[in-house]
């Protein structure tokens, strides 16, 4: 298998000074924690944020400056962080050149409050979703929407993550930024004088970068303090799968999936996310240690012809005395496995090269109808190369991969799914409560030149009983 080492050749010219004799770079920049938003108490109670998305020049690769887009800085976005129960709002202002959106990918909230591509801000516009954070702790995150310019806007670093946390959850390290420490990963690619090459949106899966950055950090380096961290994954990249795991090959345990906890810590030694997917592992540290956190492809490769580079993602370096920490519960309170209800109804999704049932993307269509708290069967079945199917509203199980049941790391409640090429995926999912005739939700594949270029579906939850009195199609000023 090809190796790849961490950064570009244009990477490395400039990083010279951090490179040790072996000319591979060192890992020593500091990982970089997002701030926490802070928020206000409206005079309803809600917990107010203000996030404003904005350009910006940022120094990733040392002495270099880089053109970036951000959200209250100048790359990247802030944590947002509420519990359950929270009523939330959260007043968006768009400060980039162009017209874009955010949405709250993993979160479950009205149609209209979802930011997608009917929600657009435009460049000066501000857009004030509100809702009440019901469901459980997860790691979710927000990004741009815009039909046909996502890929650009999450590439230029319009991302963050989105926190819930459950009061009645497991305890799981949870001191921000010491035991809790979020990696939004992310492949670029850097043009000789430092900037994110943006010639790389073409091709079968658009921008596949030779540079990873977690948290925006090329070549990052975090300090353990404590015998146990939780990190939290997210692929925030635009097309790249990884396969996270430590170089010195140890275990750890999963404890969450997309949108929630499993039912019980499993051990492995790999996790693999796929674009917009997320997985919370807790590893073990001992002092005094130093151990490197990589991606390497699959011994196989099987079902996966999205091409698994090898890469280097964070170093981490274990204090010499580290801060005991509580043990991890037996029991993460994580539903047990899905059963199918019987008489559910199916629905089936073919994906081939950039479509979804022949058709491609179109605001003005409603592809399904979905009656209000309906348990379905989705099933995809893909034809063509590697793609992952990613579903607005709500939370599901994969019932199985190719017949076969998902890995247990994978077992947990999810928004986001892996589909290898050729291979059958099978969801159980529960809709919501959340009606609106006409306003719709997405599905699509998550890799984002695939989404732009039309790979995408929209499904209305409507009252049940009122299915058929719904029109398919949309009035839409886009
Ligand atoms: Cu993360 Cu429809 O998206
Ligand atoms: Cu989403
Ligand atoms: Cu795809």
């Not at 954070?133 to 929407?145: G, K, L, M, N």
């Not at 921008?207 to 948290?215: E, R, S, Y």
Request: hydrophobic share 35%; proline share 8%.
């Amino acid at each position: 298998m090809k190796r790849r080492d961490l950064l570009s050749l244009a990477a490395l010219a400039t990083l010279g000074a951090c490179s040790s004799g072996t000319g591979k770079p060192t890992f020593s920049h500091r990982l970089r924690i997002p701030d926490q938003a802070p928020a206000t108490t409206g005079p309803d109670g809600a917990r107010q944020f203000a996030l404003t998305l904005q350009t910006g020049r940022s120094e990733i690769l040392p002495g270099r400056s880089t053109a970036t887009w951000g959200i209250n800085g100048l790359h990247l976005g802030p944590v947002v962080r509420v519990r359950r129960g929270d009523r939330v709002r959260i007043a968006v202002t768009n400060r980039l050149p162009e017209a874009s959106t955010l949405h709250w990918h993993g979160l479950y909230l009205p149609a209209r409050m979802d930011g997608g591509p009917h929600q657009m801000i435009e460049p000066g516009a501000t857009w004030t979703p509100e809702w009440t954070v019901d469901q459980p702790a997860t790691t979710s995150w927000f990004h741009p929407h815009p039909h046909g310019r996502t890929a650009m806007h999450v590439y230029r670093g319009v991302a963050g993550l989105f926190l819930v946390d459950d009061p009645a959850g497991p305890p799981l390290p949870s001191r921000y930024g010491v035991d809790d420490i979020p990696l939004i990963v992310q492949d670029k690619a850097f043009d000789g004088d430092g900037e994110f090459t943006t010639g790389g949106f073409g091709g079968t899966f658009g921008m596949l970068g030779d540079t990873v950055l977690v948290n925006g950090t090329a070549g990052a380096r975090f300090e353990a303090t404590t015998s146990l961290v939780r990190f939290r994954l997210l692929n925030a990249s635009n097309a790249r799968v990884y396969r996270a795991g430590f170089a010195d090959g140890r275990s750890f345990r999963v404890v969450a999936t997309d949108s929630g906890p499993l039912a019980r810590p499993v051990t492995t030694d790999r996790v693999k996310i796929s674009p917009g997917e997320r997985a919370e592992i807790v590893v073990a540290f001992v002092p005094g240690e130093t151990v490197v956190m990589d991606s390497r492809g699959e011994p196989a490769r099987q079902a996966n012809d999205i091409e698994e580079e090898d890469f280097d993602l964070l170093t981490v370096v274990a204090a010499g005395r580290l801060a005991p920490s509580p043990a991890i519960p037996a029991a993460l309170g994580g539903g047990p496995p899905p059963v199918v209800p019987p008489g559910a109804r199916v629905r089936r999704f073919s994906l081939s090269g950039s479509e979804i049932n022949g058709r491609d993307m179109d605001l003005a269509r409603i592809d399904e109808v979905v009656p209000a708290g309906a348990h379905e069967i989705w099933e995809i079945d893909n034809t063509t190369y590697a793609h992952n199917f990613h579903v607005h509203d709500v939370t599901f199980r994969i019932l199985d991969i190719n017949g076969a049941p998902p890995p247990e790391y994978q077992a947990g409640p999810k928004d986001t799914v892996f589909i290898p090429k050729k291979a059958r995926v099978r969801l159980s999912i529960s809709f919501g409560k959340y009606t609106d005739a006409t306003m719709p939700y997405m599905y699509h594949c998550h890799i984002l030149r695939h989404e732009d270029r039309g790979m995408m579906g929209q499904f209305v939850v409507v009252a049940p009983g009122t299915e058929s009195q719904v029109s398919r199609t949309l009035a839409t000023g886009h």
